[in-house]
């Protein structure tokens, strides 16, 4: 059932988190950067969390300007990674799995050892998440 969790529940989650691992969604654009980078900058400020931006896909030439591009981990896919290393997943302004990194397989599935929490405000969303926030196309 497609059901959002209250953000209370999501910042609970998000503030007992020491070390958190996003991706950019695959193709990322300046959503994907900006709510990512964003976010890193939100938690490590008010709370004691490390927060690990990483991109397989690279960012088209525009962004690459930005600043804050400079967060980004690029040519690192969340399949490379040693999840154990985190406590939690976050993912931004991503509907489905398969979005994340160069994982376009739609049988993706990301490792249940790891909570995931999702932020999106895609029509699309899979509420694939241990948390999920979906604004369900309220922002375009």
């Known amino acids: 059932m497609k059901q959002n ?3 209370k529940e999501i910042w609970k989650a998000l503030s007992k988190a020491k070390n958190i691992i996003t991706s ?3 193709n990322p654009d300046g ?3 900006a709510s990512c980078s964003a976010m890193k900058y939100l938690l490590e400020k008010h709370t004691k969390a490390n927060v690990k931006i990483i991109s397989h896909d690279p ?3 525009a962004l690459t300007e930005l600043p804050y591009s400079k967060e980004v981990e690029f040519g690192t896919d969340i399949i490379d ?3 154990k290393k985190f406590d939690l997943l976050l993912t931004l302004d991503t509907s489905d799995e398969y ?3 160069k994982n376009k397989d739609k049988d993706y599935t990301l490792p249940k050892n790891i909570p995931v929490i999702n932020i999106d405000h895609h029509d699309k969303n899979q509420y694939f998440g241990s948390l999920n ?3 369900e196309g309220k922002i375009s």
Do not use: E, Q
């Open 81 to 83: 990674i040693d999840l």
């Open 31 to 33: 959503d994907s950067l």
């Open 99 to 101: 979005r994340i990194g």
């Open 59 to 61: 960012l088209d030439k």
């Open 133 to 135: 926030y979906n604004l």
């Open 24 to 26: 950019l969604h695959a």
């Open 5 to 7: 969790s209250t953000p």
